[in-house]
């Protein structure tokens, strides 16, 4: 059966971003992918377009996979790495070792191309086919807190960071674009705090946090600031953050939906391992939110 199918570097056609969207429908209903959702993350990203295979069987999308480029400071230098995002594989072709083989072409074009790693979070369920079917570092858990008062910053900010994604003003407008979120700002203790809906009432996820504020920070006019005071969930690593102890706590294991892992595969050679404790990495750096 293998032999049957084709396999395609993504493309750009609105016919094709059109057939992932049905793909990636039927396998995640509840995700809400469309196709502007789409152009706007494989097209628009100001650092590259997506990196992925199509698997066809004739005509018909049996699965996809795509890493979206970015930039990391790692180890002190700027790097190209790439995000581990959408991946579906339609339930008539699912057990055919289609994602394996898309993952391992999508890495190949990736490392041809000068990317030096590839990184991501994984759930409960896909944690383990990334880590012993492709090779993935499984670097941690990402830290849960649920918080009543805003974080600050540390003053020793970037003291024993290894990996650190970069976000330049162009960039950060484009993240804050994403046609499926819902953004908003706040001004806090000399620091600017992008902030998304949770879907739960009166409950703000924090995105990012940044040391300054506007002008010389991004908030781009399509964000509303935020007034008033709301309940925040943070999720990621950081030795930067600091949070009120009075005032917040870590959620425990039981009252998540499913723990999240980040996890990290090198495409080079002498890059070594991660510690989770040297990572800064927050929800902005993903796409939970």
Same mark, same amino acid.
């Given at each position: 059966?293998?032999?049957?199918?084709?396999?395609?570097?993504v493309?750009?056609?609105? +016919?094709?971003?059109?057939?992932?969207v049905?793909?990636?429908?039927?396998?995640? #209903?509840? =995700?809400?992918? +469309?196709l502007?959702?789409? @152009?706007?993350?494989y097209?628009?990203?100001?650092?590259g377009?997506?990196?992925?295979f &199509? $698997?066809?069987?004739?005509s018909s999308? =049996? $699965?996809h996979?795509?890493?979206?480029?970015?930039?990391?400071?790692?180890?002190? %230098?700027?790097?190209?790495?790439?995000l581990s995002?959408?991946?579906?594989?339609?339930?008539?072709?699912?057990?055919?070792?289609?994602?394996?083989?898309?993952?391992s072409?999508?890495?190949?074009?990736?490392?041809?191309?000068?990317?030096?790693?590839?990184? %991501?979070v994984?759930?409960?369920?896909s944690? *383990?086919?990334?880590?012993?079917?492709?090779?993935?570092?499984l670097?941690?858990?990402?830290? $849960?807190r649920l918080?009543?008062?805003? *974080?600050?910053?540390k @003053?020793d900010?970037?003291?024993?960071?290894?990996?650190?994604r970069?976000?330049?003003?162009?960039?950060?407008?484009?993240?804050?674009?994403?046609?499926?979120?819902q953004?908003s700002?706040?001004?806090?203790?000399?620091?600017?705090?992008?902030?998304?809906?949770?879907?739960?009432w009166?409950i703000?996820?924090?995105?990012?946090?940044?040391?300054?504020? #506007? *002008?010389?920070t991004?908030?781009?006019?399509?964000?509303?600031?935020? @007034?008033?005071?709301?309940?925040?969930?943070?999720?990621?690593?950081?030795?930067?953050?600091?949070f009120?102890?009075?005032?917040?706590?870590?959620? #425990?294991?039981?009252?998540?939906?499913?723990?999240? &892992?980040?996890?990290?595969?090198?495409?080079?050679?002498?890059?070594?391992l991660? +510690?989770?404790?040297?990572?800064?990495?927050?929800?902005?750096?993903?796409d939970?939110?």
């Amino acid at each position: 059966m293998q032999g049957s199918y084709r396999f395609e570097r993504v493309g750009a056609s609105a +016919d094709e971003l059109q057939e992932v969207v049905a793909l990636l429908t039927t396998v995640w #209903p509840k =995700a809400g992918f +469309d196709l502007s959702y789409l @152009r706007w993350l494989y097209r628009q990203n100001p650092v590259g377009v997506a990196i992925g295979f &199509n $698997a066809w069987y004739g005509s018909s999308l =049996a $699965a996809h996979y795509v890493v979206i480029p970015c930039r990391v400071i790692f180890d002190g %230098g700027e790097v190209k790495a790439a995000l581990s995002l959408n991946t579906a594989t339609h339930p008539a072709h699912q057990g055919r070792g289609l994602f394996t083989r898309l993952a391992s072409l999508t890495y190949e074009v990736a490392a041809s191309e000068g990317f030096h790693h590839i990184f %991501g979070v994984g759930n409960a369920r896909s944690t *383990p086919g990334l880590v012993e079917k492709l090779g993935f570092q499984l670097v941690g858990r990402l830290e $849960a807190r649920l918080s009543l008062w805003p *974080p600050s910053l540390k @003053r020793d900010l970037g003291r024993s960071v290894r990996w650190r994604r970069l976000w330049s003003s162009e960039e950060l407008a484009w993240r804050l674009a994403n046609p499926r979120g819902q953004y908003s700002w706040r001004r806090w203790r000399a620091t600017t705090q992008y902030l998304a809906h949770t879907g739960h009432w009166g409950i703000r996820a924090i995105l990012g946090v940044v040391p300054g504020s #506007p *002008p010389t920070t991004v908030v781009p006019s399509s964000l509303r600031r935020l @007034r008033g005071w709301y309940p925040f969930i943070w999720l990621g690593f950081s030795n930067e953050l600091q949070f009120c102890r009075l005032l917040s706590f870590d959620l #425990p294991v039981s009252w998540r939906p499913s723990p999240l &892992n980040f996890v990290y595969l090198p495409l080079s050679s002498g890059s070594g391992l991660l +510690d989770r404790s040297t990572v800064e990495f927050s929800t902005i750096d993903f796409d939970a939110y």
